[in-house]
């Protein structure tokens, strides 16, 4: 069960949130430009890494925003908690 | 060496005689070789299935299974068990149904008893659109050659008559699809049967041998890097499951596959009291009683990606309610034990059996939560994908590019949600 400290709520239950997968995903400028595979890339291919891994959350039964989260995907462990449109902080700040 | 005894009737009396001391090994425990033609990247039920079929269909006895714990350890061990081929689209079943038809021999095939029961699935149906997509599923079943029917909640109540079937439920049971041909089977024996199997046609099975990295000449594979030194390949097959994505990162592919822990759980033995698989996609909890009387109990995936195999207990509570709903009898059986495994899901629920971009290597994973049932005719169409270089018939539709053509396969609801 995880613990999550939501930026606007503080720490509540997992069960409040619901997981929007991986995060930092732009959105083709322009995606007429794309043939089938960049599409393709866009649309379904996803990193999946073993270890630290920055993933989209939203607070569905509080205050319903969506913020930036980076997990170990091993211990679980949260790592860092940000608001949308930030970058993950560097490793060790 | 092969020190393999054939099992029969003579065998078992013959060592029950000598009190069972001498058993021979089921497989060895070789040192790797230096190379092999084909190389196959995990030890659970689909490696070790795709191994027995190079071997056996397509005469390639040169093969090393690679597994980095012990045979079964992973999802072939941690799931459910259940076997089912009722899948709406005709590609999932043409794959699942060619998987029931080797499961209906396979015990003799491998000579070894692979328990599997057919004691027949049902999948509930709480509400309308349950009731029209689970009639929708049953005719294409039968289109497709698969033994599906229908039930009204009379019927369901025949075939189980322990489950609630009151109109005052808060989600009724309306009605089942079923298919008497499906059930459960035993799995360490899938995984122990064709070990066993395939070592006799000469296949190497190394365990505690990790893969750490997937050597390349130009466009091509030319081996592994394991936790017992290099070894040579001309063809791989990755078949890791939840690991896949790891694994194909490995050889710089990047996959549509996420990672999700997927928990069951079983409660204390008791009489046997249920015989049949009861699934609701609905309300969301599947169970079958194993021949030990434990009630075998599963649902559905934690929300995050996770290699921890492990879950959240929210997970565990919310498919308790939803069995206690419909079996109140069960309301106050203990639970002995839950765990989780690593599953690798696909954004269309289907799996990925095919080639890749790189030269010699090979990928069958994205089975999910329901990889399960498809264990055997899973390793035979990947092992003809491997050995010929092609695609079988069956799995051509399961290929990587499906993703980039659009033409997926999505079995999410469409199979009852619950694999």
Redesign the interface.
């Given at each position: 069960m995880l613990l999550i400290d939501c930026p606007w709520c503080g720490p509540r239950d997992e069960v409040e949130f619901r997981c929007g997968g991986q995060a930092h995903l732009a959105r083709p400028a322009d995606p007429m430009a794309l043939d089938d595979r960049q599409w393709a890339d866009y649309l379904f291919m996803r990193d999946n890494p073993k270890g630290p891994f920055a993933e989209r959350w939203v607070h569905v039964a509080g205050c319903r925003r969506w913020f930036n989260l980076q997990r170990d995907t091993v211990t679980h462990r949260i790592i860092a908690v940000y608001p949308m449109g930030e970058q993950p902080p560097e490793p060790g700040s | 060496m092969r020190l393999m005894t054939r099992f029969s009737v003579f065998s078992l009396a013959r060592n029950a005689a000598t009190g069972h001391r001498h058993w021979p090994r089921q497989w060895r425990s070789p040192e790797p070789r230096r190379s092999y033609d084909v190389v196959i990247v995990g030890g659970g039920g689909h490696g070790l299935a795709t191994a027995y079929y190079l071997a056996r269909e397509h005469g390639i006895g040169n093969v090393a299974v690679l597994e980095k714990g012990w045979l079964g350890g992973g999802n072939t061990g941690r799931n459910t068990t259940i076997v089912r081929s009722n899948y709406l689209w005709d590609e999932s079943a043409a794959l699942y149904e060619l998987s029931l038809k080797l499961w209906e021999s396979l015990s003799r095939e491998l000579n070894y008893n692979v328990m599997f029961s057919q004691r027949g699935v049902l999948n509930l149906a709480h509400n309308l659109g349950d009731v029209r997509a689970g009639r929708r599923r049953a005719e294409a079943n039968r289109l497709n050659g698969i033994d599906s029917h229908w039930l009204g909640p009379d019927g369901v109540a025949k075939v189980c008559p322990i489950l609630n079937t009151s109109a005052s439920l808060r989600y009724p049971v309306l009605g089942s699809t079923w298919q008497p041909r499906g059930g459960v089977a035993r799995h360490d024996a899938v995984a122990w049967g064709y070990a066993r199997a395939a070592d006799k046609l000469g296949v190497d099975i190394i365990q505690n041998c990790e893969v750490t990295g997937i050597r390349r000449d130009g466009g091509a594979v030319t081996g592994v890097e394991t936790t017992r030194g290099f070894i040579g390949a001309k063809k791989i097959g990755l078949v890791a499951a939840g690991?896949s994505?790891?694994l194909a990162e490995m050889a710089g592919l990047?996959?549509?596959?996420?990672?999700h822990p997927l928990q069951a759980l079983v409660s204390e033995p008791i009489k046997p009291v249920l015989d049949t698989v009861v699934m609701s996609g609905a309300i969301h909890v599947y169970v079958s009683q194993s021949d030990k009387g434990e009630l075998v109990i599963g649902a559905g995936i934690d929300?995050?990606?996770?290699?921890?195999q492990r879950g959240?207990?929210?997970i565990i509570e919310g498919q308790m309610a939803a069995l206690v709903e419909l079996f109140p009898i069960f309301a106050r059986l203990r639970m002995l034990r839950s765990w989780g495994g690593i599953v690798d899901v696909c954004?269309d629920a289907s799996p990925i059996i095919s080639k890749t971009p790189v030269g010699g290597l090979y990928i069958n994973a994205g089975w999910g939560t329901g990889g399960f049932k498809a264990t055997p005719g899973s390793g035979f169409v990947f092992a003809h994908t491997v050995a010929r270089d092609e695609p079988h018939p069956v799995n051509a539709p399961f290929s990587l590019a499906r993703?980039?053509?659009?033409a997926l396969i999505d079995e999410h609801g469409a199979a009852a949600v619950a694999h």
């Open positions: - | 690991h994505s790891v990047r996959l549509p596959i996420q990672s929300g995050y990606n996770s290699y921890a959240s207990f929210h954004p993703f980039t053509s659009g």
